[in-house]
């Protein structure tokens, strides 16, 4: 991440994000992620009005597929590092299964019928969401990783912002079978784009640095992938994932208590909030294009700055221009997932793609769940002013960590650079 820039490299890189394989996994996973807002914009309603089970029965069900889910990003990744030669065909069928598992919502419509239907939706889904970008990383150059994971995620939250709007009004018109059996249609699409792929290329991988001449040499890379990755969890990547888990503290207050908040203060929420969350999906994606021409822990450190000063901000505005311009550097910074990503992709070969994806996901799940209870604890025993408080207190912390981090990997880089010489 921190060799000398060259522009001839980065052109090469950028000529692989056009590549046939990272193209159709772009489109995998726009039309993966579509069908699953579109089938979780009506999931709830056919839940509690279809089925007729209460809001808390729903509840544990959405908390069982979030642990679910949880559990199953480190198998993902290893699935993804140790059968690439299977790649193709493993998505493929997962593809299937998870159109399969839309249909089950309107097959097994009871209350043991959901459970099965959320377990099993929780696993498929969880897979797509490792592989995906994990794919994508084994497509492209490290040169052009920023820029392709940019365009990877932007095209994404572009291309699914209707879908569960749409779901839920389908469902308002024509119930739960039409709107089913859409979601299922459009994952089926998905595979299409599978079939399509390279699958050569794909059991290959690529990776410019790493395409060994010998195979002694590729033997080697997978050795060390075999040491890093432990229980199916990529220990390099495991410090930034650490670092990025924190600042679900911060993220939990605002999406679970941001709004209550401001009631309690008599403050508006929705206008700051909108316009800043209109820019963090813009400045996103800049970050990521930004990755590929400058180290990717400098925008890292401005993000966890920003997320590091804006919770007091918001604990000690007290007017509503102070609150809103708490809130617009709150979102304007909140765009470390990008380049947390970025750096987990640029820190391993292309054997460790999947656990290192598997391990930013897993300790991302563990911390928001955590940090669910936490922010309400926090709020009942100091009150909102000093739990705004007390999570920046956690985002300096997150700060420094994230700078001892950036500062043993340059060192690291450092003494390999030696080494090489």
């Not at 001839?8 to 995998?28: C, P």
């Not at 889910?69 to 690439?84: E, L, V, Y």
């Not at 605002?254 to 700051?272: E, F, H, K, Q, W």
């Not at 002013?385 to 950036?406: D, E, M, P, S, Y």
Request: with cysteine.
């Amino acid at each position: 991440m921190a060799s000398k820039f060259d522009w001839q490299d980065v052109i090469r890189g950028f000529k692989t994000i056009l590549s046939r394989n990272a193209l159709l996994i772009m489109a995998f996973y726009i039309l993966n992620q579509y069908s699953t807002y579109f089938k979780n914009g009506f999931r709830s309603l056919l839940v509690l009005e279809d089925v007729g089970l209460p809001a808390t029965v729903l509840g544990l069900m959405i908390s069982m597929f979030l642990a679910v889910g949880m559990f199953t990003r480190s198998p993902s990744g290893s699935i993804c590092d140790k059968r690439q030669d299977k790649l193709k065909t493993i998505l493929i069928i997962v593809g299937v299964l998870k159109a399969f598992s839309c249909l089950l919502y309107i097959i097994l419509k009871n209350e043991i019928g959901m459970w099965i239907c959320f377990f099993f939706d929780a696993i498929v889904w969880s897979f797509t969401t490792v592989a995906a970008p994990a794919v994508l990383a084994k497509s492209v150059d490290k040169k052009a990783m920023g820029s392709a994971y940019a365009m990877f995620m932007g095209l994404q939250m572009v291309a699914v912002a209707s879908a569960r709007p749409l779901g839920a009004k389908l469902f308002g018109m024509m119930g739960a079978v039409p709107p089913t059996l859409i979601a299922a249609g459009i994952q089926l699409l998905a595979v299409l784009c599978v079939l399509f792929m390279d699958g050569e290329k794909l059991a290959q991988g690529f990776s410019a640095e790493e395409q060994a001449p010998t195979l002694e040499k590729s033997v080697d890379q997978k050795a060390i992938a075999r040491r890093n990755t432990i229980m199916g969890i990529c220990l390099v990547a495991l410090p930034i994932s650490i670092a990025n888990g924190l600042q679900m503290v911060s993220y939990q207050m605002d999406s679970g208590y941001g709004p209550a908040y401001a009631n309690v203060i008599g403050l508006d929420y929705t206008v700051a909030a909108s316009i800043g969350g209109s820019i963090t999906g813009v400045v996103g994606i800049i970050v990521g294009f930004l990755c590929d021409f400058m180290n990717p822990y400098i925008p890292l450190l401005i993000s966890f700055l920003g997320q590091a000063i804006a919770p007091f901000m918001i604990g000690s505005a007290t007017t509503q221009s102070a609150y809103s311009l708490a809130l617009l550097v709150f979102f304007c910074t909140k765009f470390y997932e990008i380049p947390v990503r970025i750096v987990a992709m640029k820190s391993v070969s292309m054997h460790e793609q999947g656990a290192a994806q598997g391990t930013v996901l897993l300790v991302m799940d563990l911390f928001s769940i955590i940090c669910s209870t936490l922010c309400g604890a926090m709020i009942d025993q100091f009150g909102y002013r000093q739990a705004w408080i007390n999570t920046g207190i956690i985002g300096v912390a997150a700060l420094v960590v994230l700078v001892v981090i950036a500062m043993l990997d340059k060192k690291k880089r450092g003494k390999k650079a030696v080494q090489i010489m």
